[in-house]
């Protein structure tokens, strides 16, 4: 009787029967964590200094371009700007693409709307292959406030971008003599 019992319970609790769920449920949690650490394609720094702020836009042109001429997108509000074929084949694309930016980012420092203009873009260029081929272009803005210490920022990207990484940099400065030493605190 104890040798029927093992029988049965070694063809009900075979390992290749056990090995395809666990398999699936391992496979499942380690795509989902993959996913859970992609970072967005898009992101911004953005810079205070004295009397001014700079923000450095890097991103994804082809993906924002598709968005940017696709109708449909326009019609649900997902952009307010819509790129015909004239545009798309324009020199002076990137150029209209600045000047939307400029309009379309929402800075607010100390709540206090900010207006920013356009200083320029570029490719952008890593030395690595597989990322000059994403088409990356960087844009830079900047616009001028009369807050010594600001205290609160907020900032809000047109949702055509996507999302957008996003780090703020306070510089701090401070002149260091020959063989002197600086305490710089970090916050």
Same mark, same amino acid.
Request: glycine share 6%.
């Given at each position: =009787?104890? @040798?029927?019992?093992? +029988?049965?319970? #070694?063809?009900?609790?075979?390992? %290749? ?31 205070? @200094? ?5 923000? @450095? ?7 924002? !371009? &598709?968005?940017?001429?696709? %109708?449909?997108?326009?019609? &649900?509000?997902? &952009? ?8 798309? #084949? ?22 206090? $709307?900010?207006?920013? =203009? ?7 260029? &890593? ?12 844009? @830079?803005?900047? $616009? !001028?406030? +009369?807050? $010594? ?20 940099? !306070? %510089? ?12 710089? $605190?970090? !916050?």
């Amino acid at each position: =009787m104890i @040798r029927f019992n093992q +029988a049965r319970m #070694s063809r009900r609790f075979s390992l %290749p029967k056990l090995v395809r769920p666990v398999f699936i449920l391992l496979s499942s949690l380690i795509l989902s964590v993959g996913h859970a650490h992609e970072f967005p394609q898009n992101s911004a720094q953005i810079i205070l @200094r004295d009397g001014q702020v700079e923000v @450095r836009l890097l991103i994804d042109i082809d993906d924002w !371009q &598709t968005i940017l001429s696709d %109708p449909s997108a326009w019609l &649900t509000g997902e &952009t307010d700007l819509l790129l015909t074929q004239a545009d798309l #084949s324009s020199d002076a694309l990137n150029d209209k693409l600045a000047e939307y930016l400029a309009g379309a980012i929402e800075l607010k420092l100390e709540q206090e $709307a900010l207006v920013f =203009m356009s200083e320029s873009y570029q490719a952008y260029e &890593t030395g690595h292959e597989d990322e000059a081929e994403q088409g990356l272009v960087e844009f @830079r803005l900047s $616009a !001028q406030h +009369a807050f $010594a210490h600001p205290k609160g920022l907020s900032v809000q990207f047109p949702a055509s971008l996507a999302s957008v990484l996003v780090s703020v940099v !306070q %510089p701090q400065y401070g002149l260091i003599k020959a063989g002197g030493e600086k305490v710089f $605190a970090l !916050q």
